[in-house]
């Protein structure tokens, strides 16, 4: 990649941080295209090199999370030496990402219905297939279960592990991430295998 290459990339990333930031705070509807160019030091037409308008910015935001998801839980379930290995990949790669994208989380719970539709769907799928790696994990450690009790145990993890990162940082004093990450990831076994 050429200089001018890498540096427009690394701009369409400050942006989309940017984005994540800004959305949690004030949600989609309260950012102007002005205040994201601003947040990193652009004017607002600047924006337009790198996205189409703003619903382009929370497409690309959702949608690489998503794709994020889905290419890591591929790559973990993938390297996993049995059923157990897995799980515990998952619980980990999840809770890494949730304290890492903790706006992007806040952002996909209170914007997904702002994206265009299909990009919506896009994100819905790439999002179902994600979780079909948990349920066949689970379904391997739990063969018992119903697929739809496993489904919802994977469910109530995400629930779990996505809330905390950003509540934890709500409050006076933030945890430090190693400690809501080993909370996490040991409430999250706790709750899957029993």
Do not use: C
Request: charged content about 25%; aromatic content about 6%; hydrophobic content about 50%.
């Amino acid at each position: 990649m050429t200089v001018r290459g890498q540096a427009k990339a690394d701009r369409r990333d400050a942006l989309l941080v940017a984005a994540a930031r800004l959305f949690a705070e004030r949600g989609y509807a309260g950012v102007t295209l002005e205040e994201l160019g601003a947040a990193v030091g652009v004017s607002g037409p600047a924006v337009y090199r790198h996205f189409s308008g703003k619903p382009a910015v929370l497409a690309a935001l959702l949608l690489e999370a998503s794709e994020g998801l889905l290419d890591g839980g591929r790559d973990v379930v993938g390297a996993a030496a049995d059923p157990e290995g897995a799980l515990r990949a998952l619980i980990a790669f999840h809770v890494d990402f949730a304290i890492a994208n903790a706006d992007v989380i806040r952002v996909q719970d209170r914007d997904l219905t702002s994206l265009p539709e299909a990009d919506a769907h896009r994100v819905r799928r790439l999002q179902r297939e994600y979780v079909e790696f948990w349920v066949g994990v689970l379904g391997r450690l739990h063969p018992d279960l119903a697929t739809a009790e496993v489904r919802i145990r994977a469910h109530a993890a995400f629930g779990l592990i996505n809330s905390t990162p950003h509540s934890a940082r709500s409050h006076g004093s933030r945890p430090a991430d190693a400690v809501v990450r080993q909370v996490l990831e040991q409430m999250a076994w706790s709750s899957l295998v029993a």
